[in-house]
């Protein structure tokens, strides 16, 4: 089968669900804008009333969407949920096609051609998945941004929310990457969760107990080796080179142990 074709499949089987957190996503932000946003109006009218929009103005300054978001606690706690379900989505999916005797997994390794293009189509969807997750994200401090221009007195907003939103925010690195090489960086973060994820989800395919054990042992190790790096004290490029030398070397061994049960091990 054509690697276009299994990212096809791959599409029509996780969209439903992405449709679903997207969407759900986008009513609560907006829902956590509006009442934040009607709260900071609460506040300041009394004080505009009883003075000018031009007084209050060079008293407070004007509101910015990064002071309402990061005044909201909930909003940023809200987008790192989402992006958490998304990754238990992806691991749900995944372990459902593979566990048992799914009639979806069988007919995929029947089919031929190469085992582990099954495995790179899944990746592509799930980065193509986060990549939709940022855009998404974007889209909600946009409807953020507009409700305040629409709800707040005129005068009392900043221009150019969006970009002091993504340059002063304290909580949205957190959430979105604001370079090329943070961009670079969470990528490559999240094909080593795809990799850990897989290795589980393959060890189990395998050998059921005993992979269970094994998968889960991987997983772990990793996860202590990824916290024990964030804990050195580090130089700015020595932390450099410790982050994607971690993320990329482990990334490269789960792909490597993924290949070798693809073709050894998983069997029909």
């Not at 709260?39 to 509101?63: D, R």
């Not at 007919?107 to 980065?127: A, E, P």
Request: with cysteine; proline share 2%.
């Amino acid at each position: 089968m054509k690697f276009l074709t299994l990212v096809e499949i791959e599409i029509k089987k996780i969209l439903p669900w992405l449709a679903t957190l997207f969407i759900s996503l986008t009513a609560l932000s907006t829902l956590l804008f509006y009442r934040s946003i009607s709260n900071f109006k609460t506040n300041m009218l009394p004080q505009i009333i009883n003075t000018s929009v031009t007084e209050y103005v060079e008293e407070y300054g004007k509101l910015s969407l990064n002071q309402v978001f990061d005044q909201t606690v909930s909003l940023p706690l809200s987008y790192i949920f989402f992006a958490l379900l998304l990754i238990c989505v992806t691991f749900y999916l995944w372990y459902k096609e593979w566990f048992g005797t799914s009639k979806r997994i069988y007919l995929l390794l029947s089919l031929k051609g190469h085992r582990f293009s099954i495995l790179l189509s899944k990746l592509v969807v799930i980065l193509g998945s986060f990549f939709t997750y940022y855009g998404v994200i974007l889209l909600n401090l946009g409807i953020g941004a507009l409700l305040m221009k629409s709800i707040l007195p005129e005068g009392t907003v900043n221009h150019h929310l969006l970009s002091q939103m993504l340059s002063q925010s304290y909580y949205i690195e957190m959430i979105l990457p604001l370079s090329i090489r943070d961009f670079i960086y969470k990528t490559l973060f999240i094909i080593l969760m795809f990799s850990l994820i897989s290795v589980f989800v393959l060890c189990d395919r395998s050998k059921k107990v005993i992979g269970i054990i094994a998968g889960t042992i991987f997983g772990i190790m990793n996860i202590v080796l990824y916290v024990y790096t964030q804990t050195l004290n580090l130089f700015f490029d020595e932390r450099f080179f410790v982050n994607y030398g971690f993320v990329i070397g482990a990334s490269v061994i789960s792909l490597f142990i993924c290949y070798w049960l693809l073709n050894k091990k998983v069997s029909i």
